[in-house]
């Protein structure tokens, strides 16, 4: 059901360390061309650090768990790929479609093939006006056990509440270095979260502890906060058009998050996209080495 690339059926065969890396943040949350580009360094991020990526994506109905060269740009560049979540995935395979895979659906694919980390920028979680807008990023991660480094989730989310649906979850959220809680453009998302982690060991530690607890159905968090944030005036205006856009607009369901994301990169003069290219970069080299000290 799944097709492996050449260097991730190796990595597997040897049980070297895997980085799973989503493909919806390549085709949906970054402007093109650069999109492309990041894809290809953040894959290199994690070869430097001594781990396999394995970028996850579903193309032409084959859910593929590591792309090369053609299928990343396919996902980069081709209009036709869609927005794939966790309930979409059957949809796509059965109808020899092509997808990005969300955090959720990227989690879920990862599971399948027996990889514990991985590497995005910022997660899905609560919105901000619409309580019934939740991603399934929450639910997936309430049931998939996986190991997922981001920046926090975005301030264009309810900040306060995710947390709050994440402790229900009964899902961990580790600080990197850090007891704040990242609002992924930001370094600060203004709340704070119980638990500190100082080193991929002591996260590979905890991961173990939890196997012998029985509490290791659910994912891990480790939120890894931006060194250089975005200029906290900007920030703070395109969200609230942003957000008044959107509304203006209907925007709903699963386009609301691009809407967003869009929004800031078409407006910020290039300052969201270098916030998020960081992100995602320093997220792989965390995760590679996450991945290597479970081993
Ligand atoms: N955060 C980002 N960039 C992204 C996304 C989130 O910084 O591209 C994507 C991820 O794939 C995430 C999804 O899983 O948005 C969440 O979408 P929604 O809010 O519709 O569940
Ligand atoms: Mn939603």
């Known amino acids: ?56 994506a579903v193309i032409d109905g084959t859910v593929c768990v590591g792309l090369d060269q053609k299928q990343l740009e ?14 979409d995935l059957a949809l796509i395979q059965a109808g020899k479609k ?31 006006g619409n309580s019934f807008d939740e991603s399934a990023d929450l639910v997936a991660m309430s049931k998939i056990a996986i190991i997922i480094i981001s920046a926090g989730v975005k301030s264009i989310l309810d900040v306060p509440a995710t947390l709050e649906r994440l402790e229900t979850l009964s899902i961990p959220v580790l600080g990197y270095k850090t007891k704040i809680f990242p609002g992924f453009y930001l370094t600060d998302s203004g709340y704070v979260i119980e638990h500190q982690v100082n080193s991929a060991n002591e996260i590979a530690q905890i991961w173990r ?44 369901g699963k386009e609301v998050t691009p809407f967003l994301l869009e929004h800031f990169h078409t407006n910020s003069d290039g300052e969201s996209l270098r916030v998020n290219i960081e992100i995602i970069k320093a997220n ?8 290597i000290a479970l081993k």
């Open 1 to 56: 059901m799944i097709k492996y690339s050449a260097e991730v059926a190796t990595a597997q065969k040897n049980g070297s360390p895997i980085v799973a890396l989503e493909s919806t943040i390549i085709s949906h949350g970054l402007p093109r061309p650069k999109n492309l580009i990041v894809a290809q360094e953040v894959e290199a991020i994690v070869r430097n650090a001594g781990a396999t990526p394995a970028t996850i």
């Open 284 to 291: 792989a080299q965390l995760a590679a080495e996450i991945a």
């Open 209 to 252: 502890a939890r196997g012998e607890l029985k509490t290791d159905e659910c994912s891990v968090i480790v939120a890894n906060p931006v060194k250089n944030q975005m200029d906290l005036k900007l920030h703070e205006k395109l969200l609230t058009t942003g957000l008044a856009l959107a509304d203006k607009n209907k925007i709903t």
């Open 98 to 128: 092509s997808a990005a895979t969300t955090v959720a659906a990227t989690a879920h694919i990862a599971y399948l093939a027996g990889i514990n980390v991985f590497a995005t920028g910022g997660l899905g979680g609560v919105h901000r």
């Open 74 to 87: 396919r996902i980069a560049t081709d209009d036709q790929i869609v927005k794939a979540s966790v309930r």
